[in-house]
Each structure stands twice: as C-alpha cells, then as structure tokens.
C-alpha cells in the first residue's frame, strides 16, 4: 500500500508556472505508475499526464502538452508535475494516483489507479 501527498498548488496569475509535487510513502514506489489528474468544479475528473514505473515513458492530456512535464524520482519517492504557461482553463484539483498494475491502455482513466492523494488546488487568474 502506498500513501500520497500533493503539494505545491497555488494563485498564478495566467502564463506563470507552478510545479506540483506527489511524496509517496512505502519502500515499493520504483513499481508504481503514477498519474495526475485534475478536477473542475461541476465537471469530472479527466487526465493530465502520466509516467511509467522507470519514468521512461510519459503521457500527456493534448491540452497540457508541451505546457506541463511529469517526472518521477524514484529516489525521492516522488513525482512532480512542473506546470508552464499556465491558463484559466487550468484551474482545478490536481491529484496524483498511483498503481502497480495499470496497463498502458487503462492510464488515463481514473478508476484504473488503486490509491489517491488528497488534492491540491491550482488557480490560474486572467
């Protein structure tokens, strides 16, 4: 079991850059597939990016790509999201998941990952 923690989310005004951080717990965090998602109020949670176990291999929502780069230390037991050119439209929850035996096909797809940070929020002013 792992346990995750989200932070660095915050007020940026649009074009400015945060980059959030996924601290896991466990000694088992290099066999985990992480993601992060985000929440908008009245709408349903919807995928951002995510990295392979490795971090050799990530994902991208087409509407962060070339905006938002994922990473993960497995060192750290960490993954971060670094957030560039940030929007309104980027205003949401974001939380970090994690699983062990997610397929490539099911990373985007909330329901597919067994644990959950809490949430942190990001507000991007115009």
């Known amino acids: 079991q792992v346990q995750l923690v989200e932070s660095g989310g915050g007020l940026v005004q649009a074009g400015g850059s945060l980059r959030l951080s996924c601290a896991a717990s466990?000694?088992?965090?290099?066999?985990?597939?992480m993601g992060w998602f985000r929440q908008a109020p009245g709408k349903e949670r919807e995928f951002v990016s995510s990295?392979?176990?490795?971090?050799?291999?990530?994902y991208y929502a087409d509407s962060v790509k070339g905006r938002f780069t994922i990473s993960k230390s497995n060192d750290k037991n960490t993954v971060f999201l670094q957030m560039n050119s940030l929007k309104p439209e980027d205003t949401a929850v974001y939380y970090c998941?994690?699983?062990?035996?997610?397929?490539?096909?099911?990373?985007?797809?909330?329901?597919?990952?067994?644990?959950w940070g809490q949430g942190t929020q990001v507000t991007v002013s115009s």
């Open positions: 466990g000694r088992t965090f290099s066999s985990y597939a």
């Open positions: 998941a994690a699983d062990q035996t997610i397929p490539r096909s099911s990373i985007t797809t909330p329901g597919e990952y067994d644990y």
């Open positions: 990295i392979s176990r490795g971090g050799g291999i990530t």
